[in-house]
Structure formats: C-alpha cells, structure tokens
C-alpha cells in the first residue's frame, strides 16, 4: 500500500511538472505571438495628420496630379503620369482620420513605392492596444490588357495574416453588400474584386466624359509611373 501511495504521489508530481512545462511553452508562444503582433517596422514613418485640417485636400493632388493627367487626357497622344511616394503621402495624410471600421480606430497612414509594390501601412487601435498594419500590393497588366490589384501580403506587425485576412475580408465584403444592389461595371466593384479574388479587369477611368486606359504600371523606389492612352 505504501509503495502504491509512494507511486501515486510520483506520477502526480511528474504530471503536476508536465503541466507546467507545458504552461511554460504556451506562455512563450504566446509572448512571441504578441510581440510579433506589437512590432514596428523601420520603414514606417507617417506624416503628422494632426497638422492638417479634417479632410483638407492635398495642393499635389489640385495643383499638380490632377491638372497633369486633365490637360494630358483631352489630347489624342498616350501619356505618362508620375505619382511621386512624397505626393502620395501628402494625400492620404490628409484624409478624415481617424477612421472606425468594426469597432478598431485607423490612423497615422504611409505609403512607400518600393520595386513593383505599393506597400500602404497605417495604425489600428484595438481597444487601447496599437498594431501597426501593412498592405503590399503588386498591381499588374497581363498580356490581355487587363489590371490585377494583387493583394501579395497583409501583416499585422511582423506577422503575415494574408490567406486568413482574404477570407474574412471577402466574408464581411459579401456580407455588408447583401441584398444591395451593386452596379459590378462601377470601377469600385471592379477594385474590391481584383483585391478580395485576382480577378483582373479593364483598367479604363472616365475623366470629363472622356475614357482613358491604363496600359502600363512600372512601380520604382520612390514613384509610381503609369502610362495612359485617351479614347480607348
């Protein structure tokens, strides 16, 4: 009887250490999942938005972009427009943030050109803890002529989420527009498709009444170059 007791007490303690073993190794993924999740990333470096008035528009975007691709778009010659990382930045810092989507608070946007990516980054606030998000994307033209936004990566610090965060993005998507009537020849549509499933499409933008056609995306350190061709 005592050696059975003596037995008991060994395979208790030998469980009990076990146990806390296994309490010890799910405590340090868990910490490292965490601080994954809480990472900053070097090349993150938003514009002040406090700075700007709410939603006040950007002179690149008055004086510069959008007179350059008007002016350019009602002649019957293809063109070039530079979209440069710092005029782009200039642009969404000064947006309505923050921005509320499904109780988490999104502020402090950056954008960065990098080669054949357009890499969009931005701080969610989830109930008082911040995470810093980073969208990659590679926008391409096939061999048909057609547009594919390819979402490449979405991370939540250092760690990529992108096959989990296409599903439930596309989930809530299909959800939100439910019994809505959606035009799916409205660009917008087109957009979040090419996003949510790779489906490509026809790359052409109405400005004053008049079609124009992206033909060719070059993305480079710093600046994007889109070549366009009017009436087509």
Request: charge should be positive; aromatic fraction near 6%.
């Amino acid at each position: 009887m005592q050696r059975t007791e003596t037995d008991l007490q060994i395979r208790k303690k030998a469980r009990r250490k076990k146990l806390i073993r296994w309490l010890l190794v799910d405590l340090a993924v868990a910490a490292i999942v965490f601080s994954l999740l809480l990472y900053r990333p070097g090349r993150y470096k938003p514009s002040d938005s406090g700075k700007y008035k709410r939603g006040e528009v950007s002179p690149y975007l008055t004086n510069d972009l959008s007179p350059a691709i008007y002016n350019a778009s009602q002649r019957v010659e293809p063109f070039d427009v530079i979209i440069t990382q710092e005029g782009l930045n200039d642009i969404i810092a000064r947006g309505n943030w923050p921005m509320e989507s499904e109780g988490i608070l999104l502020y402090a946007p950056a954008a960065l050109f990098t080669p054949g990516k357009l890499v969009l980054m931005g701080t969610a606030d989830a109930k008082g803890v911040e995470f810093v998000v980073t969208i990659e994307l590679e926008p391409k033209i096939n061999e048909d002529g057609l547009l594919n936004l390819q979402l490449a990566k979405l991370k939540v610090g250092a760690m990529n989420i992108t096959p989990l965060a296409k599903i439930i993005a596309k989930k809530m998507y299909m959800q939100r527009i439910s019994g809505l009537e959606i035009d799916s020849n409205a660009i917008q549509t087109k957009i979040v498709a090419s996003l949510l499933t790779d489906e490509p499409f026809e790359p052409v933008f109405i400005i004053d009444g008049k079609k124009v056609r992206i033909e060719n995306i070059t993305i480079e350190n710093e600046k994007l170059l889109a070549h366009l061709v009017p009436g087509s």
